[in-house]
T-cell receptor, first 115, second 112 residues
Framework: ETGVTQTPRHLVMGMTNKKSLKCEQH?????MYWYKQSAKKPLELMFV???????ENNSVPSRFSPECPNSSHLFLHLHTLQPEDSALYLC??????????????FGSGTRLTVV | QKEVEQDPGPLSVPEGAIVSLNCTYS??????FMWYRQYSRKGPELLMY????GNKEDGRFTAQVDKSSKYISLFIRDSQPSDSATYLC????????????FGKGTTLSVSS
């Protein structure tokens, strides 16, 4: 494991379901991120949290709802998703915005399929 | 124009070849440049980190940044089958928490 743990690894959900993705880091980092990775597209930043406070919401539809109860845990709550939301959802953490020489530490991602 | 452009490939080379991967960008404020490697069914992992212009070498890997041309490169010498992965460039403007901007990633396959 890389130090960032994501669960579940795979998720299949119907468009009317509600599910949550979980991310946990024990690296002592102060920032956590959600990214969406789709085939043939760059990683898309969704949300940024610094010291538990949301500092960026990259125009993400409201069917995605993040929650950061503390600086070690991050959730992404999903409801009434669309098939085009099927993708790999990556969580990452960093210290000092990731530009202090250590970048971001990513989890292995949750492969989401919306049917 | 997209902020970061990266040819997605795929790129196929024989073992032992020198590989060159590249990204171009449009934002002249970018100062922090990184290369991530992503194996199948895994998250990206940091491979190289460079601040501002110049070269950085780590074993078989060399990262180059040319800010005047807004162009960054990653060279892999003596490529190995274990180098087969997707390589993503990433960059950021400052240290104040601006999130990294990623390229699409280039898929590399090294055959033995």
């Amino acid at each position: 494991e890389t130090g960032v743990t994501q669960t579940p690894r795979h998720l299949v959900m119907g468009m009317t379901n509600k599910k949550s993705l979980k991310c946990e880091q024990h690296l002592g980092h102060n920032a956590m991120y959600w990214y969406k990775q789709s085939a043939k597209k760059p990683l898309e930043l969704m949300f940024v949290y610094n010291f538990k406070e949301q500092t960026e919401n990259n125009s993400v539809p409201s069917r995605f709802s993040p929650e950061c109860p503390n600086s070690s845990h991050l959730f992404l709550h999903l409801h009434t998703l669309q098939p085009e939301d099927s993708a790999l959802y990556l969580c990452a953490s960093s210290q000092d915005g990731g530009t202090g020489g250590h970048g971001y530490t990513f989890g292995s991602g949750t492969r989401l399929t919306v049917v | 124009q997209k902020e970061v452009e990266q040819d997605p490939g795929p790129l196929s080379v024989p073992e032992g070849a020198i590989v060159s991967l590249n990204c171009t960008y449009s934002n002249s404020a970018f100062q922090y440049f990184m290369w991530y490697r992503q194996y199948s069914r895994k998250g990206p992992e940091l491979l190289m980190y460079t601040y501002s212009s110049g070269n950085k070498e780590d074993g078989r890997f060399t990262a180059q940044v040319d800010k005047s041309s807004k162009y960054i490169s990653l060279f892999i010498r003596d490529s190995q089958p274990s180098d087969s992965a997707t390589y993503l460039c990433a960059m950021s403007a400052n240290q104040a928490g601006t999130a990294l901007i990623f390229g699409k990633g280039t898929t590399l396959s090294v055959s033995s």
